[in-house]
């Protein structure tokens, strides 16, 4: 069965303290994996999508990097409007079905 | 531009009433969709369209009726609600699905149920 965890659930920094965030997925024949930011009452925002193990993409102070089973979100030197729920996703390993979504890690930076 | 256009925003209605959500893209996308997010859970896949027609639906009761009149819009029809179907509403949509392509979400139509 396709599965996506994302660690910690509950993430509390303080601005400048480095950290990262985990997503392990158990899918065969990945075919992307998508990082989104969801700030409350909002939709997911995109951000990254990784194909390949090796693959690293930066976008600001966050990085996203790929194995063959897992990803990581690098946040450096994060400040307060960092502050959100970062969403894993992945597609389905089998039939013509689109994303399932990690529960994903609320990330909350202090000043 | 990425752009997917939700309306309206907040939504409050009966269980008897009749109401509809409505989404537009202007990106070319040949697939669009419908997912359901409660409150601290991730959103939860509900309907697919690919070129405007329905090509999933992830065993979603009834009540809810999805319409695709062409290729930039998508609605969702509402009617006999439960208050438990209260929630926020996503709108996405991406190039063909089969490719892999990234899923362009909406900022989501706050839907109550009363």
């Known amino acids: 069965e396709d599965q996506v965890t994302q660690s910690p659930e509950a993430l509390r920094l303080q601005e400048g303290e480095s950290s990262s965030l985990n997503c392990s997925y158990t899918?065969?024949?990945?075919?992307?994996l998508f990082w989104y930011r969801q700030d409350p009452g909002k939709g997911p925002e995109f951000l990254f999508t990784l194909y390949s193990a090796g693959e690293e993409k930066e976008k600001e102070r966050l990085k996203a990097t790929l194995t063959k089973k897992e990803s990581f979100l690098h946040i450096t030197a994060p400040k307060p409007e960092d502050s959100a729920t970062y969403l894993c996703?992945?597609?389905?390993?089998?039939?013509?079905?689109?994303?399932?979504f990690g529960k994903g890690t609320r990330l909350s930076v202090i000043a | 531009d990425t752009e997917v256009t939700q309306t309206p925003k907040h939504l409050v209605m009966g269980m008897t009433n009749k109401k509809s959500l409505k989404c537009e893209q202007h990106?070319?996308?040949?697939?669009m969709y419908w997912y359901k997010q409660k409150a601290k859970k991730p959103p939860e896949l509900m309907f697919v369209?690919?070129?405007?027609?329905?090509?999933i639906n992830e065993s979603v009761p009834s009540r809810f009726s999805p319409e695709c009149p062409n290729s930039s819009l998508l609605n969702l029809h509402l009617h006999a609600l439960q208050p438990e179907d209260s929630a926020l509403y996503l709108c996405?949509?991406?190039?063909?699905?089969?490719?892999?392509?990234?899923?362009?979400f909406g900022e989501g139509s706050w839907l109550t149920v009363v």
């Open positions: 996405a949509s991406s190039q063909l699905w089969e490719h892999g392509n990234t899923i362009y």
């Open positions: 369209y690919s070129y405007e027609k329905l090509s």
């Open positions: 990106m070319g996308h040949r697939a």
């Open positions: 996703a992945v597609p389905r390993s089998s039939g013509n079905t689109p994303l399932v």
């Open positions: 899918v065969s024949g990945l075919r992307g």
